[in-house]
């Protein structure tokens, strides 16, 4: 029981990570990683799994991890180490199967997509050698020198993580051929509508909208709206993708999705983060855009042409939320923009990923007023650096 409630909180709030479990009720391995990397992985990109043993400290450390290539150059590594004596278990018991099953879950923590997966004969043998005497093999907390082995892992696999008293140790890089892939369908209950999510819809774009809104829907209730509308001219327009408010802070949300299903050839990165740019002032645009509208007083609508009654006074929170924000080329443009909209506007102006995002749902602990603050701290952050790039640490404390 202990080890199931383990990897449930690990699986809520870990932002990625891969998962080796066996036990009386089966065998798998679990890996959660962005919409995107899964989308990628889905449609057949070259999929790493990654193994080392360090025996160069007072302790024996195994760490594992897995490397995707949804980006031939720019992969995404996701590493960790083992600290408990069932997870040594789970692998060895794993690796001494013909085939095992995976399950690739996303930001929300829900299982999106299964396959079966199949390793080399050979290179399961050099596992399980690698692996040795399990009961050799460091189980505990996760202390400094847990941390700095960890660090030597990523080091050894790419030099450009060097960092303070790093080494390299043992490491192991097998592919796994995955075949009878399977799509989960996800429904997300609310108060106001239903939403279904799975991850292969060729609406890539409706899709993260609903991951957006499923993600704030136990924190607004009835508060939530996608997709609400004005009438002007007798004509119905879009006011945003997602409304949410409370009696003091008000948030719009303009989703942007790469698209990665239904693309015929993968694009070089340059051209991925021209057209993340594009989307991202196409976003704040239109929050400008709807805060206009707001200021004006016009009437606001819900899917049932209901009028939705919120504080328009408040300053709002304007979010253009990206499916993946890509840390490569010049944002410069992006960031004079954002300060000059910011400094001409009465908003909060934030671009960030949606991993970025569940992170500051997560630690509002169900509490709008949270959500609030936090995001108000992130908009003094950027005042302070001027740069896209923010990532919050949140740390407990007493």
């Not at 209730?221 to 008000?250: C, H, M, Q, S, W």
């Not at 959500?371 to 640490?393: C, G, V």
Request: glycine share 6%; aromatic share 10%.
């Amino acid at each position: 029981m202990q080890d199931l409630e383990r990897l449930y909180k690990e699986l809520v709030f870990e932002n990625a990570s891969i998962w080796y479990i066996a036990d009386e009720y089966g065998s798998k391995i679990m890996v959660k990683a962005p919409s995107n990397v899964i989308k990628a992985i889905i449609n057949g990109c070259k999929v790493i799994f990654l193994f080392g043993k360090d025996t160069q400290a007072d302790k024996i450390f195994f760490h594992t991890g897995i490397r995707i290539y949804d980006d031939k150059v720019n992969y995404i590594s996701i590493t960790g180490a083992h600290r408990f004596i069932q997870e040594h278990k789970s692998l060895q018991t794993i690796m001494q199967k013909d085939t095992t099953v995976i399950e690739l879950y996303y930001e929300l923590g829900v299982c999106t997509a299964i396959a079966d997966v199949v390793f080399n004969e050979n290179d399961k043998s050099r596992i399980l050698k690698m692996l040795g005497n399990i009961e050799d093999l460091y189980s505990g907390e996760f202390t400094k020198e847990v941390i700095s082995s960890l660090d030597s892992f990523d080091y050894t696999l790419d030099k450009s993580n060097g960092g303070l008293n790093v080494r390299e140790i043992e490491t192991l890089l097998i592919e796994g051929q995955f075949s009878e892939w399977k799509i989960t369908k996800s429904y997300f209950i609310g108060l106001n509508e239903v939403n279904e999510i799975h991850i292969n819809d060729q609406d890539e774009g409706g899709t993260l909208e609903k991951q957006i809104w499923a993600s704030l829907e136990s924190i607004f209730d009835y508060n939530l709206f996608k997709n609400p509308k004005i009438i002007i001219n007798n004509k119905e327009r879009e006011l945003t993708d997602i409304l949410a408010f409370y009696d003091k802070g008000v948030f719009l949300i303009e989703s942007k999705a790469l698209a990665v299903i239904s693309l015929e050839n993968e694009k070089s990165m340059d051209r991925k983060v021209s057209n993340i740019k594009k989307q991202i002032k196409k976003g704040i645009k239109q929050l400008v855009g709807a805060k206009n509208s707001i200021d004006t007083g016009i009437d606001i609508y819900d899917s049932k042409n209901n009028i939705i009654m919120f504080g328009k006074k408040i300053i709002p929170h304007c979010i253009v939320l990206v499916s993946e924000l890509l840390p490569f080329g010049d944002w410069e443009e992006i960031e004079n923009e954002m300060m000059i909209v910011v400094t001409k506007k009465r908003i909060f102006l934030h671009v960030m990923d949606l991993l970025e995002f569940i992170k500051y749902i997560k630690v509002s602990s169900g509490k709008k007023e949270y959500l609030d603050y936090y995001l108000i701290k992130r908009s003094e952050s950027f005042a302070q650096h001027k740069n896209l790039f923010i990532k919050a640490n949140f740390i407990k404390n007493n």
